[in-house]
């Protein structure tokens, strides 16, 4: 049997960390970390970091190469095969690491309840027959931490909020029936699509960590800033996370 913990990390800060994030990193036999390629080195070191600032006994970190996803292909059947890659993987480093069972934990960006696919693909190892009980430690989502940074609520009074994609709103346009949505996992900044006037925007890059950046206004005035920021800030890094929040101009913020 499998004890696996999926612990939510927060976006980079260590002081996401809940306690009880913290015990069951120390309670873990093996702690998996995927590593991405050079271009994205900066997250398995932050990775690092966190192991190293709160592991206090015998936990074994173990880092393997996730693999990559074809973005030649179609994007649905492309996640689903990229799907059944990790858990290939996972599955590998398992029977080299706990070949008879043990404490395993995976360290996830945000929470695992949000735009993340980790809870699936353990769901794919349960399905093929591998003995597993997943246990989820929640953190703060990337989300959270945007609102947070802002000084900003989510909602409206009363009002509904709908979480999408880049791709979703770049495809669909702006969601019926809402006033405030919140964007993630949008690489070509699909708020340049829309009607800007009369739509407020609060974007934020690598939030809660030491170069997080936040740009908020008229869309139709920041567009152009948070573009070229953005930009920036990944030629810098090599990578990127980034996140935003939507509303029609009403009363100035979503409250």
């Not at 702690?31 to 271009?39: C, E, F, S």
């Not at 009074?157 to 949505?181: K, M």
């Not at 070229?228 to 090599?238: I, W």
């Amino acid at each position: 049997m499998i004890d696996l913990h999926l612990i939510g990390i927060g976006t980079g800060n260590p002081d996401h960390l809940t306690r009880a994030a913290i015990a069951a990193m120390n309670a873990a036999d093996v702690i998996l970390l995927p590593r991405k390629g050079d271009a994205k080195s900066d997250l398995i070191d932050l990775r690092r970091t966190i192991c190293a600032d709160v592991l206090t006994g015998t936990t074994r970190v173990i880092e393997f190469d996730l693999p990559d996803r074809d973005t030649s292909a179609p994007y649905l059947s492309a996640v689903d095969q990229w799907h059944d890659a990790i858990a290939l993987a996972w599955r590998d480093e398992i029977a080299h690491h706990l070949p008879n069972g043990g404490r395993l934990a995976l360290l996830v960006w945000g929470d695992p309840s949000l735009y993340d696919s980790t809870l699936r693909i353990a769901d794919r190892l349960r399905a093929e027959g591998l003995a597993m009980r997943v246990t989820v430690e929640p953190g703060i989502t990337s989300l959270q931490a945007l609102t947070a940074a802002h000084a900003i609520p989510l909602n409206r009074v009363g009002a509904p909020v709908l979480i999408t994609t880049g791709r979703r709103l770049r495809a669909e346009g702006w969601p019926a029936e809402v006033d405030t949505i919140a964007v993630m996992l949008d690489g070509d900044c699909a708020f340049q699509m829309l009607d800007a006037p009369g739509i407020l925007i609060w974007w934020g890059a690598y939030l809660g960590m030491p170069h997080q950046a936040l740009i908020a206004g008229s869309l139709h005035e920041v567009a152009e800033r948070i573009i070229r920021t953005r930009a920036n800030l990944r030629e810098r890094h090599g990578w990127i996370m980034d996140i935003y929040i939507l509303c029609r101009d009403q009363s100035g913020n979503p409250g």
